[in-house]
């Protein structure tokens, strides 16, 4: 621990001594901080309400897979989970990038509801039938 404690003050030492290493690993610290700070702000939760017509969608051969691939090509989401016992999809997603509605209308066209937007017909039609009321 002594040795450890001994090298950080050689390190302080160093850079103190040197104006443009302390420059540098300032503006390093700040360009980390500041994209943190950024990522922090951006990142919005979301809870959407949805209505599954059986209790296994996210296995479901068909559904499951359209899930997998399809959510997370709508843009700005970042993840994803689906309840289907509280018939909610909980996205994670970035707020610079979509907007909420974006994200309903991208779950409609999968031919889901999306609260108040309700799923595309043609996707619907396009689910499995247990899928469908």
Sequence with gaps: MKSMI??????IKIMSKNPILKTFVLAVSLFFFSNFVSAQKTT?????????HCDHCKECETCGQKFKTEMLKIKGVK???????????TIYYNSKKTTLQAIKDGISK???????????PEAY???DGCCKA
């Design 6 to 11: 001994h090298e950080n003050q050689k390190t």
């Design 110 to 120: 999968l031919g889901y509801d999306a609260d108040d937007v309700k799923a595309n």
């Design 79 to 89: 993840m994803y989970e689906l309840d289907d016992k509280a018939m909610t999809f």
């Design 44 to 52: 919005q939760k979301v809870v959407i309400k949805t209505f599954l």
């Design 125 to 127: 039609e396009s689910l």
